[in-house]
Structures are given as structure tokens and as C-alpha cells.
């Protein structure tokens, strides 16, 4: 709460597509691994959470078909001005929708879900949900591709409402540099992780010339249950990795990506 008893309004980090930007620069390899995924699919291809477009212009600039599902207008009508500019209108469209109630008459080989989007369901009956509706959307031997991260209970424990810098990060074009620190608060029960991100933005001389605080939600999910939800969902594991370049994921892995194949009943 605020001083004087006025609770602070919750602004989504997605409602700033330019922040977004300058600081997400996404996973080692994953650019490269979702664009070689997509060309083996021979496309369309399907990307849900697919935010500023930083995968889907990628794919689209490999040639293929790309179809991006975002919940925020600011993030989607970035990935269009984007695309734009790229002269990648032809190749893509994007649909403001939830992961859970999309509907676009027709099948994919191919849905992604990179950068750990997933996690942003925050009940197991919503990403049941999202598992059939994508199933449904999936060609027959159509595949499911998507990354989470390996959750820590000792470190989300560590960082427990304390100010946590997550890095400077220079704005393209300028002088000006974006800081961005995170105070996290986790409920273990729920398996939910609420973050405040605090965007200050300084210019060359070292001046604050913009300061946002803007949250995120997520669960988070153990790896043997996220293969229960996809087996339970109609899916078939056929890969399972450590790394973007296909290392090996073991108890030492901290992210997880999972090649699912449509089973068909």
C-alpha cells in the first residue's frame, strides 16, 4: 500500500513494448533453434506469447508463414510496425488472444512457445486448457514446441523481497542505458512467482530521466509435471533438452525445452 492508504495501481511490463525491448533479449540459441525448427516444418508456423515479434520476424525473415497470438495490444502492435519496417507484412498476422481460448480455423505442423511464455498460465486447469486448444490447432504428427525454466526453491527463497538487479542494458541509437532491478514475492503453495520490475532509465551524463515500476505473474512448473500435463494433454515427448543446442537435460540443467508430438486418439 501507498502512503495515505491509495493502493498502487499494477501496470503489466507488456504495456511498454519499447522497455521490453531494449532489455529482453531472449535465451542463448533460441532464435536460431525456433528458426531452424520452423523451416523443418515447412510452415505456417504458430507462436503464442509472441510479444514484439522477436521470434516470429526471425521466422518470417527464413521464409515461412507466421501466425503470432499475444494477450497485449501494445506488444502486438509493436511486432506489426516491426514487421513493417522488415516488409514482413505478407508472411505474418497477429491475433490478439489468450493461450486458452484462441481460435484459428485452420492447423499448424508447428506452435511454439519460446521464452518461457507458458509459465505466464497461473492455474494447472488453464494450461490444460491452453495444451488441448493447442492440440487442436495442431496438424496430424504436428508438434509442440516450448522452454520453461528449471525452478529453484532455494534461490526464488534467496531473492524473497529483496531489490535484485537484473542488469544495464544500452538503449540502440542514444547515450541512454535502462537499469532494471526486481523485487520478487513467491507463494510456494500456489507455485506463484509476482514481480515488480523497476525500469530507470538514465541518459549519457548519468541523469534519471525515467523511472516505471511495472509487475509480471507466473508459474512456475517441476519438469516431470510439465510432462504429465503435455502426456495427459494428447502429447508424446520426442525431445527433451538442456540447452538450445540440444545439450542433454539433467539434474544440473537450469532451463528446459520440450518437443511434444500430437498423439492422435
Known sequence: MASGGTELSEVSMYAWPD???????GLEGDITYYTELAQA????????GCGTG????AIARAGMEVVGVDLSPEMLKRAREKADAMGLSERTQWVEASMTTFELDRR???VIIPYRSFLHL????DQLTALKRIRQHLQQDGMLVLDVFVPSLVELHEIEGKNVHRGTFPIPGTSDCVEVHDITEHDPFRQWVHVIRFYERYDGSGRLVERLRTVFQLRYIFPTEL???????????????????????DHRSTELIVEAKKMET
Not at 516444418?41 to 503464442?48: A, N, Q, R, T
Not at 497461473?122 to 486447469?125: A, D, G, N
Not at 510432462?227 to 537435460?249: D, K
Open 122 to 125: 497461473m492455474t494447472v486447469k
Open 108 to 110: 499448424f505442423p508447428l
Open 19 to 25: 522497455y521490453y525491448d531494449w532489455t529482453s533479449d
Open 41 to 48: 516444418s515447412g510452415g505456417p508456423v504458430l507462436e503464442l
Open 54 to 57: 522477436r521470434c516470429s520476424l
Open 227 to 249: 510432462f504429465h500435463l503435455l502426456r495427459l494433454a494428447g502429447f508424446q515427448i520426442v525431445g527433451r533438452y538442456g540447452t538450445f543446442h540440444r545439450g542433454p537435460f
